[in-house]
Every structure is written in C-alpha cells, then in structure tokens.
C-alpha cells in the first residue's frame, strides 16, 4: 500500500498525509506505522480535540505515554470536565436509560453477554455485524399497528406484513397468493385486507404477527415496554475496539479483559496495545466507565 501511494505521488509538487501513529491499530493486519511515522516533510499537529472532555483526555495521555514508538504530540481537550470511573455492571449504571453508549470489549466473544443482557432487559442495540433491530419484522410491527389504528399503507408493505402472519390462523388460505400476486400503488387498509385478502385476525402485533421468531418477538416488546423506540438508530452499541475505529458516544463502557493469546502477542509488541486503548478511551465524549477486569489477563494500565 506504501509503494502504491510513493507511485502515485512520485510527480506531485506537494503531497498530504494525514494520519495518527497512535491510533494506528491494524499493525497485524499489515498496516505500516513505522513508514508514516519516518514520512520526511512539515509536520503539523491539530491541537483541539472537539470530542474527549477533560478527565478522558489526561487519561489518554497518561496512556499514550507508554508508547515507546510515536510522534510527540499536544493536543487540548473540550472544556467540559467528563467523568473516569470504575464500575462492576455495566447494567447496574441507570444512566444507561438514555444517551448514547458504545459497550467495548477486547476480543468478540467478551461482548455475547453484553447482547444477551441488553435483550433481556429491553435495550435497543447494535453490534457491528448488525442485530435483532435490523430485522424487517421491526418494520412489519409498525405497519401491522398502523392498520389496527385505520390507517393504510402501501401494497409493498401490506406484502411484508402477511409474511409474518400465518396461513389459517391470521389469514385465510389462498389470501396470502392473492396479495403477492396484485400490483400497483394503492394504498391498502385493514378493511380491504379483509374483504379482498382473506385477513382473519385484527389482535395486537404480537399475537397477529406470530411467524415473528419468539425470542425475537419477546426482546421487542420488552423494548417497548421500557420505551425504547426501536425505528431510530440504536442508543446502543456493542463492538470490539477495533471495529468501534472512527466511532464515538457520549459514555464509553470498557472491559479490559483479553484472551489469553492476545496478552501474549502484547508481550512480543509492546506498543500496540496501549494503542488499542488508547482507541478505545477516546471513543468517549463525556464519560468513561472501565469495568473491574474478571479474566485471568487483563490491560492492567487503566
């Protein structure tokens, strides 16, 4: 990748390379700190950070400072103070109500308690291989209340929801077919599902919707009933440090437990873990809570 940027810009007058040798995290996937860090040229250092508050930012730099390989560097933090604190349950903080949260964890399998727990307490939640919430069930719950309020929709979302309704309990036979096969752009009320497309039933979602997966259809009412709404973006999200690269949320849950093998490549390459939680730490704009480790091997420097 290298040789192909000095290839491009072999005939250039003036070359920008923007870039942060301290959040340089993929070195074992073949990124090359050490060529950007040698890079000859002006160097100049952006100094504001319009993200990390003050708290999170002395602690990135006490962290940062480990770092035997870098580019030194200043840089300021917001004005306001943030919080640093230890914690023990990620779901024992009631701020985790409201806001906006990135749930952190070293390795990906750390982070399946952290999906189970936020289901079966009703948090709508992301992952970075998608999640419950990205089902097209979400949106076939809205339409199906909207028609139980009087209100009609399109016939491609009339299509979705009888998808989710079972043949002879919520819909009559054949009624199914005859809506797949119509086209057009009508719009479709209950009333008409049921005097041209054999809908039977009219209950509320959860019951009418019953080809919706059980476990799938209990985590969005609990959702409901803690009064998430689970059409908008996730408050939540829960990631891997490295797959969080770019993200950012109000308040940072961190757990700094690692399998075995990766405390032992950290051994071998000093550097790139305090890199990683360095990453990790300035995801947060407000608060950061690191959670007390529980594994044998943990990033013992927070």
Known sequence: QWRAVIKLAANAKRVYVAGDDDQAIFRWAG??????????????VLPQS??????????AKDLIAH????????????????????ITDPFAHEGLDSGSW?????????????EEACRSRGY???????GLLQSTAVRAIVLWEQLRKGKSVTLPDAQLVYEYISVHKGIGRGGKSLLQEQ????????????????????????????KIPVEER????????????????????????????GGEADNVILNT??????????????????????????????????????????FNYL
């Open 67 to 86: 770092i035997h390989n870098r580019i030194p560097k200043q840089w300021r933090s917001r004005n306001e103070k943030g919080r640093v604190e230890k």
């Open 257 to 298: 437990n690692m399998a075995r093998r990766t405390y032992e490549e950290w051994q071998q390459n000093y550097d790139d873990e305090f890199r990683v939680f360095y990453v990790a730490v300035t995801r947060a704009r407000n608060n950061l809570y690191i959670l007390d480790p529980t594994a044998r091997d943990y």
């Open 31 to 44: 990124a090359d700190v050490q060529t950007f860090i040698d890079l000859p040229g002006q160097l100049t």
């Open 183 to 210: 086209d057009g752009s009508s719009l479709i009320s209950m009333a008409i599902l049921k005097e041209k497309f054999k809908l039977i039933t009219t209950a509320v979602w959860h019951d009418a919707l019953d």
């Open 124 to 130: 709508t939640y992301e992952t970075s291989f998608g």
């Open 102 to 114: 990135i749930i952190l964890g070293r390795n990906r399998y750390m982070l399946k308690e952290y």
């Open 218 to 245: 209990e985590y969005y009412r609990a959702c409901l009933r803690r009064g998430e709404k689970i059409l908008e973006t996730p408050r939540i999200k829960i990631s891997t440090i490295h797959a969080i690269k």
């Open 50 to 59: 319009y993200r990390c508050a003050q708290h999170i930012t002395t602690l």
